[in-house]
């Protein structure tokens, strides 16, 4: 077992330390904010992801697993350091590398025997070269210190499964050491290994995830067709999975990806291709139509009822997705500003979104809009004149049809996440708008 250090305890770095402590390495966390520190150590989670507290508790009963903001102390005698800090999209479109930086300086400081320094954040093709460069710049004792390239696949809200029962684990060295330390480290996890060099692991990351943002932006393209042509995309998707080339996952269309993931890595590899001179075509149609697709539900719900001027405006689901209580680029930050800037009078819900989304919205008039926040679908709904519906989760699916009837003072129902069956909404006497689907008329 290896003594192993982790900068960051966001949703990588957290998941990843918990998840090395359950496969029997001995774990430090490492964190620069001392309050979170102190609530990790007894087990409390910052971050809301299924299974992780259990976990955690668990691991640090057994001594193996730690917190600190010492990271002097927890990088010195590491075998491995796994970097699981933040790499945030700059204005331009790129990746900020500063965290990733200060975490390797602040490694080269401490090392005091030889140490692989592995970077799980995702960071553009050719930063692990130049990470390695830092380090052996600003080493301070006389030890080897390599870097690796071990890129994170995991989901928000399956996190912990993500990590523990991966598809793969994807490792990119440059040396047999470091090759051989990796392999040793993940051989308890008992998963699939595809070892790689450096650039091609970090590409790897991009290739994948920006391949899953494009599946999904192909789809909304379809599923706008198929509103003009008189198709239904939840039918197109379904004939389509059957082909194992295609595959059935990610192919919902809906109101556009959101996260922490998609959004940031579409934009830094389109980036980084023109850097290169090459113009990431897939890429930037990928974007365009993302950008496009998060308002569908707003510019649908403005043609319908042309002013949103005092009208009680139902919205379910704020988060990016189920599961989460993250609001990264969620679609219901595009669309919420531009219903209160045209008056609406909001009623939302979410069962773990709404202190995030305050940050951003706090309860009461916005211009000429307002928001309320309550605890159920059902008053949210109550005496709404529209619902718009951003987020699936269980408790908003669990509505039913008729409830939308019995509760709204007008049952129009906007879904961005192609919730219902369309015929049972008209059968209910819902006027029912979602995506690439036609709209009933009600008997
Ligand atoms: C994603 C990747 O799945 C993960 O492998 C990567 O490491 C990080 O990014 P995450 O952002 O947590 O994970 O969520 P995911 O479940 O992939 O959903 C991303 C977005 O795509 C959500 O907004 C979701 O609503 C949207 N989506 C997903 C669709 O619109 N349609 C789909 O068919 C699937």
Known sequence: MKNIAVA?????????????????????????????????REGISPIYEVGLEGLMRRNIEAGRLHFTTD?????KEADAVFIGVGTPEKEDGSANLQYVETVAIQIAESVAKDCLAVIKSTVPIGTNDKIEELINKSL????????????EFLAQGSAVKDTLEAARIVIGTESEWAENLLTEIYTPFNLP????????????????????ALKISYMNDIANLCELVGADIQDVAEGMSYDDRIGSKFLNAGIGYGGSCFPKDTSALEYLARQYGYDLRTMQATIKINSEQKLKLYDKAKQRLETFEGIKVAVLGLTFKPGTDDLREAPSLANVPLLLEQGADIYAYDPIGVDNFKQFYSEGS????????????????????ACLIFTEWGEI????????????????V??????YNVQEMADN?????????PVKNIN
């Not at 990271?71 to 990088?75: D, F, R, W």
């Not at 290994?193 to 899953?212: C, G, H, P």
């Not at 699916?397 to 129009?412: E, F, I, S």
């Not at 906007?414 to 919730?419: L, V």
Request: charged share 20%; net charge negative; proline share 4%.
């Open 366 to 385: 916005h211009g000429q809009g307002n928001i309320t926040y309550v605890d159920s679908p059902e008053d949210a709904l109550k005496g709404a004149a």
């Open 414 to 419: 906007f879904d961005g996440r192609n919730i």
């Open 8 to 40: 960051g305890t966001g949703y990588v770095g957290l998941v990843t330390g918990v998840c090395m402590a359950e496969n029997g390495h001995n774990v430090i966390c490492v964190d620069i904010d001392e309050q979170k520190v102190k609530m990790m």
């Open 397 to 412: 699916k669990a509505v039913t049809p008729n409830q939308y009837k019995d509760l709204m003072q007008t049952p129009l």
């Open 71 to 75: 990271y002097p102390s927890a990088y």
């Open 193 to 212: 290994i595809v070892s790689v060099n450096r650039r091609s692991a970090e590409m790897i990351k991009y290739a994948s995830n920006d391949f899953l």
């Open 429 to 437: 006497g819902v006027e029912y708008h979602s995506i690439g689907r």
């Open 140 to 151: 301070v004792n006389d030890v080897r210190v390599e870097v690796a390239s071990n890129p």
